[in-house]
């Protein structure tokens, strides 16, 4: 079976400081990991996936994703925050282990991002 | 523009009525997936076709249906509406998946159903 915790419904950070988005897996096989971003009114638009290989991922507008095996995590992270990256953020992890192509998605984390 | 389309934006109907959801997924892409999106229940994966046929289903209803068309664009059925049914449900499509292979799921922008 697999799941996706994400553990803050909310982040507040100032423009300009670093932000991590935090997310946790449980997977029976390999994961494979997923960061999506939501804006207000709008459907969830990748960012990026870990699938195999080095465990810093760099995705879309600047961010980027660590994975941590013994950890079993998956932090979004991006070393300069703008206001417009306020959103909501979406992980998601599917199993290799598993019978199902489908990846199951956390509840999510609303970003802001303050002036 | 992550290239699936989804009519229409906003819907707005009673109880106990039928609708329809259209998405037409990004070019070359054979799987649809349909999910649900409310405030207190997340993100819900309904169900998954690929190539005309259902491939995975997950919280969907017995009221609720879809398939997929030989041109690939997807139908969500809904029906016997509920005030509860009212959300954002979204058309996400990937590329094909065999062997493992992971594939990207491409979102549309969603249709806001409200049920009074």
């Known amino acids: 079976a697999q799941s996706v915790a994400q553990p803050e419904d909310q982040v507040n950070v100032a423009e300009g400081n670093p932000l991590t988005v935090k997310c946790t897996y449980s997977?029976?096989?390999?994961?494979?990991l997923f960061w999506y971003v939501q804006y207000p009114n709008r459907g969830l638009q990748f960012l990026l996936k870990?699938?195999?290989?080095?465990?810093l991922v760099k995705g879309s507008y600047g961010f980027e994703a660590e994975f941590n095996k013994s950890q079993t995590s998956f932090h979004l992270k991006k070393p300069s925050a703008l206001v417009s990256d306020s959103a909501l953020y979406f992980c998601?992890?599917?199993?290799?282990?598993?019978?199902?192509?489908?990846?199951?998605f956390g509840r999510g984390t609303s970003l802001i991002v303050h002036p | 523009d992550s290239g699936v389309t989804q009519t229409p934006k906003h819907l707005i109907t009673a109880t106990g009525q039928r609708v329809t959801l259209r998405c037409s997924p990004r070019?070359?892409?054979?799987?649809v997936y349909w999910y649900q999106q409310s405030l207190d229940q997340g993100l819900q994966f309904l169900i998954q076709?690929?190539?005309?046929?259902?491939?995975a289903k997950g919280n969907i209803l017995e009221r609720f249906s879809a398939q997929q068309f030989p041109d690939l664009h997807s139908e969500l059925n809904l029906s016997s509406l509920e005030l509860g049914d009212s959300a954002l449900y979204f058309c996400?499509?990937?590329?094909?998946?065999?062997?493992?292979?992971?594939?990207?799921?491409?979102f549309g922008p969603g249709t806001r159903l409200t049920v009074l």
């Open positions: 998601a992890v599917r199993d290799d282990g598993g019978g199902s192509y489908i990846p199951t």
């Open positions: 870990y699938i195999t290989g080095d465990n």
């Open positions: 996400a499509s990937s590329s094909l998946l065999v062997g493992g292979r992971v594939d990207t799921q491409y």
């Open positions: 076709y690929y190539n005309g046929e259902e491939r």
């Open positions: 070019s070359g892409d054979l799987s």
């Open positions: 997977v029976s096989g390999n994961p494979y």
